[in-house]
């Protein structure tokens, strides 16, 4: 990117048509290098990038496969693609008016060396072109140490990015992934405030809440209510815009099987450790929704609703007599997270991950996938 600007901007006539020739043998080379750019959509506008920006965001992690067929495109905007690139899926999103972005994730100590930074970036927005895609979502979630040179290299990615994005593909979107809460959970202590403001939004991350568990070892909800609220309530003290926040909620639970389940219903887990707390969520799997639906059925327990976290949660013993329990979210707990993004004025609402309900049609199967979509936009 530095070198065709020093081209463009060369200052004599005569060294600019030069220029101008390098310029277009470049970007011949640089296109074809990509295997760029035959549309692969049925139309042709499909392709053109999505610029209008929607009130609501409504941003979706898709993981692959073919479930993006059955998603409610009324609401969503914007679709970070994980999975391997799919060609129909960006056609069909951009029929739809959604954006299609890009994942971008790199080891921080590889790219605090500026020329390794710049090659990224360019090689990310060359993708993103030949692929007709909307921007970048940068998932990176590596710890950092406030002051390190990892941390200034982070923010200068993110600010790097966007510029580039921006600038290259008019209308793209480039957001970052951030957790939970801003101090610095999981050992990431970022530059919250520099990294909002260089980037378009925020997605939070408003799940794996028990990553660090000081207390008791017992198994917890994923995202109890206050404790999500309150860390949004953190976000927007450090006088990060609203509107550039995202509120990202779990499809997904716990499974922790219990050493002990009381008779008040508490279960104690095993003591995982993980960055100097005693125990984990870690001691967990993690459950799609559409498995936990099964699994209410067969459990003991029936869905139990926990009035204090605000979340579900059952029990259920394995084939071999374990006794398990599973905290989850569901509509009633996910709504009103998401009465708090109309309250409060966020930029939106999504989830990890999209794929992970029950798409088989099947008419209870069906209705339970709705309901959770429809959770999404409140109570
Ligand atoms: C540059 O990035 C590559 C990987 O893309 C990495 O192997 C290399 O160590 C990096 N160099 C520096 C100086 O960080
Ligand atoms: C295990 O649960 C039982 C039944 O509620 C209770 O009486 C006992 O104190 C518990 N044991 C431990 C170690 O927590
Ligand atoms: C899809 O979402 C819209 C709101 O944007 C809602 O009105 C509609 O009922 C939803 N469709 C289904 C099948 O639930």
């Keep these: ?32 290098a990509c295997g760029a750019s035959v549309c692969p959509c049925e139309r042709p506008e499909f392709c053109q990038q999505i610029r209008p920006r929607r009130d609501l965001e409504v941003f979706l992690f898709d993981v692959g496969g073919q479930t993006w067929r059955s998603y409610n495109w009324s609401m969503v905007t914007t679709v970070a ?9 960006m056609c069909y999103a951009h029929s739809k008016g959604a954006r299609v972005v890009l994942k971008g ?6 790219i605090v060396d500026q020329d390794n930074r710049t090659a990224w970036i360019t090689e990310k927005v060359n993708l993103a072109k030949s692929q007709f895609m909307d921007g970048i979502n940068l ?43 801003p101090n610095c959970v999981d050992g990431r202590c ?5 990294i909002a403001e260089s980037c378009d939004l925020l997605f939070v991350m408003s799940y794996d809440e028990q990553s660090q568990i000081t207390g008791d070892c017992i198994a917890m909800a994923n995202a109890p209510l206050t404790q999500t609220l309150n860390a949004y309530d953190e976000y927007l003290k450090l006088k990060i815009d609203p509107k550039k926040l995202v509120m990202g909620v779990p499809w997904y639970g716990y499974d922790y099987v219990c050493l002990n389940l009381s008779q008040e219903g508490i279960c104690s887990i095993a003591k995982v450790p993980f960055r100097g707390a005693p125990c984990s969520d870690a001691a967990g799997k993690q459950k799609p929704y559409k498995w936990i639906m099964k699994q209410v059925q067969s459990s003991m327990s029936g869905r139990i609703w926990d009035s204090k976290q605000e979340a ?23 709504c009103a997270k998401a009465d708090y993004v109309t309250s409060k004025g966020l930029r939106g609402v999504g989830m990890w991950n999209s794929n992970i309900l029950d798409y088989s049609g099947e008419a209870v199967a069906r209705q339970q996938t709705a309901m959770m979509w429809n959770a999404l936009l409140g109570c």
Aim: hydrophobic share 40%; proline share 5%.
């Design 139 to 181: 998932d990176i979630e590596q710890a950092v140490e406030e002051g390190s040179p990892e941390y200034h290299a982070l923010t200068a990615l993110v600010k790097e990015t966007t510029e580039a994005f921006h600038r290259e593909i008019p209308g793209s979107q480039v957001s970052f992934d951030v957790a939970w809460s």
């Design 81 to 89: 693609t994980f999975g391997k690139y799919d060609a129909d899926l």
């Design 312 to 334: 579900p949660y059952i029990n259920y013993k394995d084939p071999k007599g374990h006794i398990h329990q599973v905290w989850y979210d569901d509509p009633q707990s996910i």
């Design 1 to 32: 990117m530095t070198a065709v600007e020093e081209i463009v901007y060369g200052s004599n006539m005569s060294s600019r048509v030069v220029s101008w020739l390098w310029l277009l043998l470049l970007l011949t080379v640089s296109v074809s």
């Design 105 to 110: 994730d790199v080891p921080l100590s590889h």
């Design 190 to 194: 970022y530059d919250y405030v520099t």
